[in-house]
Every structure is written in structure tokens, then in C-alpha cells.
């Protein structure tokens, strides 16, 4: 953050002759005097201890720029206390950045990552000392490099991975953990392919010290070898399916220390769980959510596990909140507190343990069940689910309030590509209090957190009850501010939540007036073009935003059309082209009320750009390419350029793609040819190809009419639109169409077809298809004028017109204006040739085309001159 910074000097300096030198300078106090506004404070002489205070809040990244000021700096921000943890999940973590790093990092004990490249590059931070490592993202991570990892850090306590599948890891590289940290406590790996009885048996010979393990979703562990972990206090094996239960059970039961396992997304049985229960003397948890046979069991009998002897049985159809409040012996917890450490933190520690186990357990395995969103969960979600992630979010471990933000921001999703959430879900979240739990979270110091938490904001955010609820409690600043944060994780996330809220029309000018719009421009050029997560949504956040005639405005004065415009002609990823498209599109939507119009066709590139993305692979690509081109048709410098662009044989090309595209697509691609059509230079361009599958745009009546109409006006394209058999296409809009407009258009195209200017046309060929040709022409001739007449008589009033003949009345004349006219055909806007046309064509020998050429000149609110017609 870049701050203006005055240099002032002192009165009592002054008068001795010296100037101080203050740095950041801030004022102290509001009472109006010299003295009191003169007050500054000199950060380089604050106590170590403060400066270490405010060290220890920033990233490592802003921390090591801070040590960067000053010597003194440069020594206390070297101090060990400062770096004793680190948590590098939220920054990229290479091996140049480890050794960067490395010189800080000698008293390390504490680090967090994420990505198996961070996981590979952990060595060169020469942190030997290190007690806990926890990583997530790590799907692609090897047995190699965790053996490294292992065989580096021999102090190593704590070692977590996942919660993504470790799917290259096996059982040697667990086997090398056990070898070479003999002082662990806590293993959690999520996704081994298989836990095979030497490694389970390396970790019982190797780790006496470990209390504390969960092998989760694993392919196959050896059951019968777990139970040689003598030291075990809590076992997870959650999601693993292929264990033999009974010989589990049995074996597990024998633990002496075991206070606490999680069977969760298992196929345990419930006879299973009642040999643990029984045979178990230190046992106090079983976790068993969504584990299908002891769902069923429950279901058929509800006291199935009730003379459980003291220990809890937690599945999805018990109160779990209530359950867990019968640990505390003695103490009155009401069920909202359970989750609470000032409830039970250092009652009992045992307790204690269990709270901190039960609370990381649930945390997963809910996420878990989120992402794979199992059928007939509605119920538990609504009545306890919810209720138990908002306690967690709340949790006084990191990971926990985390991974609950990670939830709510997937259970809530019903369909990701059509960006729909649960109702009930989304609004039960609000009502109980979720939406200022989660801005809390999202205003905190941690960047990982930030960053989770405005993922479930933006999820939560796509209903619109819920959007305003987190307008109304001020997360559209929050957001705003998130959006311009230095990471590229939060701000992506951020950005999301700005495009869902900026949906909404009522949010549109809160964003703007938070300063939204430029934060979101800023990420454009903030971001390499690879980041194509926080340009799809800054992209599309701005598209929403300038739908809006006033934002768009501010998006243009932000910066926002050059901004689009790098996007549509660098960017090769497809959702940001479709985003960037979509916004220029809507720019240049606004008609007369602003001149985003011509700018953005005057912007370098954005008109070559567009009609290159008409070629492109993705629909929705096209389909926004060709809207932007339709609405920037509209402008008379803007047309010119289009076609000088190629884009008139870029769109061709295009409609002769679409017809088993999106009824959208081909609208768009009709609409962009209509608008070029109107200009005069273009009338003259080849615009039909050979197939003239153009003509064949039905679903597309407006456009597709209007279009052939503007063409129609051109002797040599009305010839070819005959010949490649659109006349009958013209007819069946004409008579079938449920728009006035796309009636009246194609009879205004049939009418150009055959008033006469089109003969010489069809007379110029060769001798030996001159015949066919004239028979053609003249039998379309006749089909024509048919239909145009029952186009005209449609709007034949009889005893009305009578009336009006007999009396001459303005009332009456009115009554016949009113009963012909097309309200939507004040928009067309007709040339003076145009005009010229139709005041001819009442000249015409054809009584029908006479007919049709009054009806379009009242159409266009053209008087009609006084002729002997």
C-alpha cells in the first residue's frame, strides 16, 4: 500500500535549529489546536516490543519488505520469535523463495503449505527443528519427495497432508515417515493408496510417542496392524472402504488407550459398532456419520445404540451437539456452547483432547459429505448440520474455522455449472446468524481464512435473499477491500463475491460507490494472463456492472474498456473471453444515454478482436462476441470498422455454424448481420454463403427478418435470397411468427424482393437457365404478394375503417392509427433511401404492394404525401 508521507518539523526542533525526520506521521487528537495537530509520532523510535507486535500481524512477505526500512528493522525482523511459525499457503513457495527465506528460518517449528512444489521445496528453508508440517493441495505429491521431507525434519511431531488424495504416495514412503520421525505424535494423510501391515507395523515399532492418527479415504489398510499402535488416543480411518469390520472391530477394541475413533463414510456395520462399544474399556466417541448400515439401523430402531455405557455414538440421525454436551460431567453447557473452549479448556484433559479431536474430525468429515452431497442429507443439514459449522467456524483452530467456511461454501451448491445453490440451505445459513460469522472471518488477519471465507460469501451470495443480507451487513465493502488484497487466492475469491452480488440491481451502485468497479479493474492488469480464476471473475463482475447504465460509465472511467479490451485480444483462456466479451457487449449497450458505444469501438483492437473471437472454439465465446458486435453495429463509425475488420464474412461464417447452436447464438449472430446491413456501404457485400443456411435462422425471427430486409434493398441479394430459397422461410415468419415485428419485416423483405428492381437482376444469365430462373422468380412472385396481403389484412379493421371513411373524425382517424400500428416499429430507424423506396413503391402497378407500402410508411410515422393512388 502506497501512503503519502509529510515531513514537518517540530516547534521545539525548530527553535534549537533542528528538523525532524517522521515518517508516516499521524495526527493525535481533534481539539482544533496547533500543538495538538502539530503531534506526531516517530515510528523508528517505537519500542522493540511494538514493533515485533506489528511484525508478527503481517505476512512473511510484507514482514521481510517492513524489515527492509531501516537497520534496526532489518534486525528485529530477523528475530526468532517471528518466525517460529509460517504459513505459506496463501504465496507461492518454490526453491528460490526457500532459500530466500532460509536465513530466518533456523528457530522454525511451525509451517503450513500447500501445493506438492511447496512440499518439495520445504528442505531448502534448512529448518531442522521443525515439529509440525502441515500441508493441503498435495495431490500430485510423490513417495520420494515426502521420504525427503521425513528424512530432513527428524524432530518432526505433527506431519498432516489433505485433504486431497495423496494417490502417489504408497506404502514406502509411510514407511520412511515411521523410520525417520520417531518423535511423531499426530499423522493425518488423507488418500494413501494402501496402508500395508510393514508400514502400520513401522509406525508401532518406530513412533512409541504417536497418540493421534487418521489415514483417511485410503485404498487398503492393514487392520489387524493398527492394533500393535499401542500409544493410540484417536483413530480415523474415515472413507475407507475396504476393511474387514469384524476382524477391526475386534482387534481395535483391545486398544488401551483408544479414547476416540471416526468410522465415518464407512460400511461398518452396526454390529460392529456394538462389539467397540462393548468390548472397548477406554473408548468415549464413535463418529459414524453418513455410514449407511448404521443409518439404517437407527432408522428402524431408533434405541439401536442407546445402552452405549458411556460412550457416545455420533451419527447424522442422533443430536450430535446434544451428545457431545454429556462430556462435560458436572458442568451445565448449554447446546449453542458445546463448541465454546471457555466451556471445557483446561476443565479436564482429557476432555480437552477429545474437544480439539472431535472438533477437526467433524470439520472433515462434513466436508467431505458436502462435496460429495449424498442423497436424502436434506434433513440433516437443515436441523443440526448447519448449526454444527457455524460453532466450527468459530473454532479456535485455524484449520477448523477454515475448513467449516470451506463447507458452507460447497453444501450449499446444487449445480456448478449452472451456478444454482440451495434455498433452504443458503437462507438457513442466514438465519442463524452465518453471514456475519463468515465477514467476521473474512476481516480477519489470515489470508487463508480471507480467502475461504469469501468463497462461502459468494456461494452463499447467488440467492437473492441472502445477497442482500450480506449487502445490509456491510460485505460489499468487505469484499471490495478483499478484492484489492496483494493475494491472488483472496482476491480471486473476492471478485466472486463481488460478480454474484453484483447480479442483483439494487447491489449495482453499492459496488460502484464502495470502489468496487476500480478494484475490480486494477485485478485485470494486477494478473498475469494465466490466473484465469481472478480475471473470469473481475471480468464478469465488471459485465454485470456495466449492464447498468450508470456503472457503466464508471466502469469506462476506471479503465474498465482497455482493460476488457487486453483481455478479448491476449487472454487464450475461454471463460475470461466469454467474460470480457459479455462486459463489451454491455458497454456498448447503452444507445444514446452514454458514449461507452463509440469507445469501445475507438478502443485499439476491440473491434479486430471481437470478430476474432467469433471463430472460436467455446459457443459461449462466439454467442458474446457477436452480441458485443450487434450492440456496436448500432453505431454508424462503428459499423464501417466492423466490416473493414472482416467481420461481415467472420458472421457468415458464423450463422453457416450455428444452426444446432443455442437459440442465443443464433439471435446474436442474426442480430450482428442486421445491424451491419443497415449501412449502405455493406449492403453491396457478398453476404450469403452458398449453402444460405443464414436463411434458415427460424428461431430468430426479429433478427433474422430484419436482417434480410436491410439485404432485401440490394437487387443482387434479393436474386440470391430467391434462388437460395428464402422466400418460403420469409413466408412462414410472415404468417407464423408470434412477433408483430418479424411479421412486418419479412413482408417488408418480400416487398424489396419483387417491387420490380430485382427483373433486370434475373434476367441477366446464361440462355440455357434463363427459363428456369424466370419461372422460379415469378412463382416466388406470386407466393410473395399473397402473403403480404394477408399480412396487411390482418390489421383490416372493417366497421372501423368504415367509420372513419364516413365521418373523416380525428377520433375516428385515430382509432384507425392505433388499430395498425406497431408500437415496436418506432424503433426502426429508416434512411432517407429508405423512405424514397416506399414513396415509390406506392406508384407501383401491384394494388398490394401499394398497400404495404403505406402500412410501412405509417409504420415509420412518415406522412403520407397526397397521391392519386
Known amino acids: 500500500m502506497t501512503r503519502r508521507v509529510r ?82 499457503r496463501a504465496h507461492r513457495c518454490d526453491p528460490e523463495v526457500a532459500a530466500s527465506l532460509a536465513s530466518r528460518c533456523r528457530s522454525l517449528r511451525r509451517l503450513r503449505l500447500r501445493g506438492h512444489e511447496a512440499a518439495a521445496a520445504v528442505p531448502g528453508l534448512r529448518a531442522r527443528g521443525l515439529r509440525e508440517v502441515v500441508a493441503d493441495g498435495c495431490r500430485a505429491l510423490t513417495d520420494a519427495t515426502l521420504a525427503v521431507l521425513a528424512a ?10 489433505g485433504p486431497d ?54 485404498g487398503a489398510v492393514d487392520e489387524s496392524a493398527l492394533a500393535d499402535i499401542k500409544s493410540l488416543r484417536f483413530l480415523s480411518i474415515a472413507g475407507c472402504r475396504n476393511l474387514k469390520w469384524a476382524t477391526a472391530s475386534a482387534f481395535w477394541a483391545q486398544l488401551p488407550s483408544l479414547l476416540a475413533i471416526d468410522v465415518s463414510r464407512t460400511d461398518i456395520s452396526p454390529s460392529a459398532v456394538s462389539r467397540l462399544i462393548s468390548h472397548s474399556k477406554t473408548l468415549k466417541v464413535i463418529c459414524t456419520l453418513n455410514c449407511t448400515s448404521v443409518d439404517e439401523e437407527q432408522a428402524h430402531n431408533p434405541s439401536a445404540f442407546s445402552n452405549s455405557k458411556g460412550k457416545l455414538v455420533l451419527t447424522i440421525r442422533s443430536n450430535i451437539v446434544q451428545s457431545i454436551a454429556s462430556l462435560f460431567h458436572g458442568v451445565d453447557v448449554k447446546e449453542h456452547g458445546v463448541f465454546n473452549p471457555c466451556n471445557w479448556r483446561h476443565r479436564d484433559k482429557m476432555v480437552d483432547d ?53 463447507t458452507l461454501a460447497t453444501f450449499v451448491v446444487i449445480d456448478d455449472e449452472s451456478a444454482s445453490v440451495d434455498p433452504a440451505r443458503s437462507e438457513s445459513v442466514m438465519q ?59 482476491a480471486e475469491e473476492a471478485a466472486g463475491g463481488l460478480w454474484n452480488l453484483s447480479v442483483g440491481e439494487d447491489h449495482k451502485a453499492a459496488i460502484a460507490a464502495s470502489g468496487g468497479i476500480k478494484a475490480l479493474v486494477d485485478l485485470i492488469f494486477r494478473w498475469p494472463a494465466g490466473t484465469d480464476g481472478v480475471l473470469e471473475r473481475a471480468a464478469g463482475a465488471l459485465a454485470n456492472l456495466a449492464a447498468d447504465d450508470k456503472c457503466s460509465l464508471e466502469v469506462a472511467k476506471a479503465g474498465g474498456v482497455h482493460a476488457l479490451v487486453t483481455l478479448a485480444r491476449s487472454c487464450k483462456l475461454e471463460g475470461v473471453l466469454e467474460q470480457a466479451a459479455r462486459a463489451l457487449a454491455n458497454l456498448a449497450a447503452h444507445g444514446d444515454n452514454n458514449d461507452n458505444n463509440a469507445a469501445v469501438g475507438q478502443e485499439a483492437g476491440a473491434l479486430e478482436a471481437l470478430v476474432q473471437l467469433t471463430s472460436s472454439q467455446n459457443e459461449g465465446v462466439r454467442q458474446e462476441a457477436a452480441g458485443a458486435l450487434w450492440n456496436l453495429s448500432f453505431d454508424d463509425r462503428n ?73 432485401a434493398f440490394y437487387s443482387g441479394n434479393a436474386l440470391r435470397i430467391v434462388e437460395e430459397g428464402g422466400v418460403p422461410i420469409l413466408v412462414h415468419i410472415c404468417t407464423s411468427s408470434r412477433s408483430k415485428m418479424a411479421r412486418f419485416m419479412s413482408a417488408l423483405a418480400l416487398a424489396y424482393m419483387f417491387d420490380g428492381r430485382m427483373d433486370e437482376v434475373a434476367l441477366v ?43 373523416s373524425a380525428p377520433a375516428a382517424l385515430s382509432q384507425v392509427a392505433e388499430a395498425v400500428f406497431i408500437h415496436e416499429a418506432g424503433h426502426l430507424r429508416c434512411s432517407g433511401a429508405e423512405i424514397g423506396r416506399f414513396v415509390a413503391m406506392l406508384r407501383n402497378p401491384s394494388s398490394i404492394l401499394r398497400a404495404c407500402a403505406a402500412f410501412a410508411l405509417l409504420q415509420v410515422g412518415f406522412p403520407l404525401p397526397s397521391l392519386n393512388i
Not at 80 to 86: E, F, G, I, M, R
Not at 186 to 214: K, Q, T
Request: charged share 25%; with cysteine.
Open 165 to 218: 488424495h495423496l494417490e502417489r504416495v504408497s506404502s514406502d514412503a509411510l514407511r520412511h515417515v515411521a523410520l525417520c520421525c520417531s518423535h511423531l505424535r499426530l499423522l493425518r494423510l488423507s488418500g494413501l493408496r494402501e496402508a500395508d501391515s510393514d508400514a502400520v507395523g513401522a509406525l508401532a515399532r518406530y513412533c512409541p510417542f504417536l497418540e493421534d492418527l487418521a489415514l483417511l479415504d485410503c
Open 354 to 406: 477429545i474437544m480439539s479431536w472431535l472438533e477437526w474430525s467433524l470439520s472433515h468429515s462434513l466436508l467431505r459429505i458436502a462435496e460429495s452431497n449424498p442423497q436424502g442429507m436434506d434433513d440433516f443439514w437443515l436441523q443440526q448440520g448447519i448449526t454444527l459449522l457455524l460453532s466450527l467456524v468459530k473454532s479456535s483452530q485455524e484449520d477448523v474455522q477454515e475448513r467449516a467456511a470451506t
Open 152 to 161: 530432513r525434519h527428524e524432530d518432526l511431531e505433527s506431519l498432516q497432508i
Open 765 to 807: 444469365g446464361t440462355s440455357s437457365d434463363s427459363n428456369s430462373k424466370s419461372f422460379n422468380v415469378e412463382g416466388a412472385r406470386r407466393i410473395a404478394l399473397k402473403h403480404i396481403e394477408t399480412f396487411v389484412l390482418t390489421f383490416s379493421d372493417p366497421h372501423v375503417f368504415s367509420m372513419a371513411a364516413a365521418s
Open 432 to 490: 442463524n446468524g452465518g453471514i456475519r460469522m463468515l465477514l467476521d472471518l473474512a476481516r480477519c488477519s489470515r489470508e487463508s481464512a480471507q480467502s475461504e471465507a469469501a468463497k462461502a460469501i459468494a456461494n452463499l451470495s447467488v440467492n437473492a435473499k441472502v445477497a442482500k443480507a450480506v449487502a445490509d451487513e456491510g460485505g460489499i465493502t468487505i469484499l471490495t477491500n478483499l478484492a484489492k488484497s496483494m493475494n491472488r487466492l483472496v
Open 639 to 711: 459499423r464501417e470498422a466492423i466490416a473493414a475488420a472482416g467481420g461481415v464474412e467472420a458472421l457468415v461464417s458464423l450463422v453457416q455454424g450455428c444452426l444446432d447452436a443455442s437459440e442465443g447464438l443464433q439471435e446474436r449472430a442474426a442480430g450482428a448481420l442486421w445491424g451491419l446491413s443497415v449501412s449502405e456501404a455493406n449492403r453491396n457485400k457478398k453476404w450469403l454463403c452458398p449453402d444460405n443456411d443464414f436463411l434458415l435462422l427460424q428461431d430468430v425471427h426479429e433478427t433474422a427478418a430484419g436482417a434480410l430486409w436491410n439485404l
Open 7 to 88: 515531513r514537518r518539523t517540530c516547534r521545539e526542533k525548530a527553535a534549537k535549529g533542528e528538523e525532524a525526520a517522521v515518517r508516516g506521521s499521524p495526527r493525535l487528537g481533534s481539539s482544533g489546536s496547533e500543538d495538538a495537530a502539530a503531534a506526531e509520532v516517530d515510528w523508528t523510535a517505537l519500542p522493540d516490543d511494538t514493533v515485533l507486535q506489528l511484525f508478527a500481524r503481517l505476512n512473511y512477505r510484507d514482514r521481510a519488505s517492513m524489515a527492509g526500512a531501516c537497520r534496526a528493522w532489518r534486525t528485529l525482523g530477523s528475530s526468532p520469535c517471528l518466525w517460529s511459525s509460517l504459513d505459506l
